[in-house]
Nanobody, 114 residues
Framework: QVQLQESGPGLVKPTQTMSLTCTVS??????????WNWIRQPPGKGPEWIGA???????YYSPSLKSRTSISRDTSKNQFTLHLSSVTPEDTAVYYC??????WGNGTLVTVSS
């Protein structure tokens, strides 16, 4: 059974870059056919897809966040990472990583505040 665990700072100051890492167990992030996604859910709002890195290494971003988002992976550690730059309080949300939107981590709350 695949398991995903998000990690990173819970508090980030405005204008900084936030970085979150998803550690995967029970599957390889290079397994053929799977996408590895980042999703967020702001308080009181619905989930928003941020982007994904495919098993092949191809990367896709939400058009609304593309200019501030970078996703990468470390296959030796079976991890993939989200970087979101120039954060504002509107980026406060629970951030999730997921495999093909079917298996999700528990999520981690990131608060943007000075």
């Amino acid at each position: 059974q695949v398991q995903l665990q998000e990690s990173g700072p819970g508090l980030v100051k405005p204008t900084q870059t936030m970085s979150l890492t998803c550690t995967v167990s029970g599957d390889s992030i290079t397994t053929n056919g799977y996408s590895w996604n980042w999703i967020r859910q702001p308080p009181g709002k619905g989930p928003e897809w941020i982007g994904a890195i495919i098993y092949s290494g191809d990367i896709y971003y939400s058009p609304s966040l593309k200019s501030r988002t970078s996703i990468s992976r470390d296959t030796s550690k079976n991890q993939f990472t989200l970087h979101l730059s120039s954060v504002t309080p509107e980026d406060t949300a629970v951030y999730y990583c997921a495999r093909t939107m079917a298996f999700w981590g528990n999520g981690t709350l990131v608060t943007v505040s000075s």
